[in-house]
Nanobody, 124 residues
């Protein structure tokens, strides 16, 4: 089992930045590929970003490519999502998730563990 706790959400103006953190406890953090997903009101959950176990491979949704950066610190059992140039359409609850055996990393249903989410609101 692994427990995931997100933090760092909040209210920011368009064009601003936020950094989300996801702290993991339990089994060895470096054993998991990590993803960030988001869900806006009345919309389906969508993939945002993925990072592999070592941190050497990352993958982004087209909507955030060039603005968001995913990273991880295995010594601190934490994954980050740096969000720059935020837009109102980035408003959502952001979730981190852990995948024991990453394959199709954009499919949330394949992830094994989820955090409780953190709200990000971008005002225009």
């Amino acid at each position: 089992q692994v427990q995931l706790v997100e933090s760092g959400g909040g209210l920011v103006q368009a064009g601003g930045s936020l950094r989300l953190s996801c702290a993991a406890s339990g089994r060895t953090f470096s054993s998991y590929g990590m993803g960030w997903f988001r869900q806006a009101p009345e919309k389906e959950r969508e993939f945002v970003a993925f990072i592999n176990r070592s941190g050497g491979v990352t993958y982004y949704a087209d909507a955030v490519k060039g603005r968001f950066t995913i990273s991880r610190d295995n010594a601190r059992n934490t994954v980050y999502l740096q969000m720059n140039s935020l837009k109102p359409e980035d408003t959502a609850v952001y979730y981190c998730a852990a995948d024991v055996n990453p394959t199709t990393v954009t499919r949330g249903s394949l992830y094994d563990y989820w955090g409780q989410g953190t709200q990000v609101t971008v005002s225009s």
